[in-house]
């Protein structure tokens, strides 16, 4: 069992910048490769980034591809979403979420945390 816990969302205005912080505990993090997704109201859950379980590689919606870095750091059991040039439309309950080596399906999500952006 892997447990997440999202942190840093909040109010920001448009233009501005939020960084995202997924605290994992249980089993190894670093066995877990990482993705972020976001759902807005009334729409499907959607993905946004994900990296591999050592980092060397990333993946972004093409939304946020020059605007949004994922990152994690092992050491700390912790996944990073550095979000910059925020718009209204990224405005979404955000979810962190792990993925088993070999695994297509995320095994374990979080509980989200709230970004919004006001023009």
């Known amino acids: 069992q892997v447990q997440l816990v999202e942190s840093g969302g909040g109010l920001v205005q448009a233009g501005g910048s939020l960084r995202l912080s997924c605290a994992a505990s249980?089993?190894?993090?670093?066995?877990?490769?990482m993705g972020w997704f976001r759902q807005a109201p009334g729409t499907e859950r959607e993905f946004v980034a994900a990296?591999?379980?050592?980092?060397?590689?990333?993946y972004y919606a093409d939304s946020v591809k020059g605007r949004f870095t994922i990152s994690r750091d092992n050491a700390e059991n912790t996944v990073f979403l550095q979000m910059n040039s925020l718009k209204p439309e990224d405005t979404a309950v955000y979810y962190c979420?792990?993925?088993?080596?070999?695994?297509?399906?995320?095994?374990?999500w979080g509980v989200g945390t709230q970004v919004t952006v006001s023009s």
């Open positions: 979420a792990a993925k088993s080596i070999g695994r297509q399906a995320y095994d374990y």
């Open positions: 249980g089993r190894t993090f670093s066995s877990y490769a």
């Open positions: 990296i591999s379980w050592r980092g060397g590689s990333t």
